[in-house]
Nanobody, 123 residues
Framework: QVQLVESGGGLVQAGGSLRLSCAASGRTSSSYAMGWFRQRPGKEREFVAAISGSGGTIRYADSVKGRFTISRDNAKNTVYLQMNSLKPEDTAVYYC????????????????WGQGTQVTVSS
């Protein structure tokens, strides 16, 4: 089992920045791909970004490209999501997820999930 705990959410004005962290524990492995997803009010959970175990493969949703950066520190078992130029439409609960193998944008491919952290962007 892998346990994931997100932190770093909060309230920020449009144009501001936040950095989310996801700390992994349990049967962690540097081979696990990690993803960030979000769920906006009244919407389905959607893909934001993913990173391979080595960090060599990274994917972003078109809506966040150029504004968000995913990274990982395997020595700390932690994945980060740096969010810049935030917009009100980025308001959502952000979830961290882990899966064995390669990166995927499909939430159904992920085996482990955190509890989520709220990000609210005011206009």
């Amino acid at each position: 089992q892998v346990q994931l705990v997100e932190s770093g959410g909060g309230l920020v004005q449009a144009g501001g920045s936040l950095r989310l962290s996801c700390a992994a524990s349990g049967r962690t492995s540097s081979s696990y791909a990690m993803g960030w997803f979000r769920q906006r009010p009244g919407k389905e959970r959607e893909f934001v970004a993913a990173i391979s175990g080595s960090g060599g493969t990274i994917r972003y949703a078109d809506s966040v490209k150029g504004r968000f950066t995913i990274s990982r520190d395997n020595a700390k078992n932690t994945v980060y999501l740096q969010m810049n130029s935030l917009k009100p439409e980025d308001t959502a609960v952000y979830y961290c997820a882990a899966k064995d193998g390669s990166t995927r944008s499909n939430a159904l491919r992920y085996d482990y999930w955190g509890q989520g952290t709220q990000v609210t962007v005011s206009s």
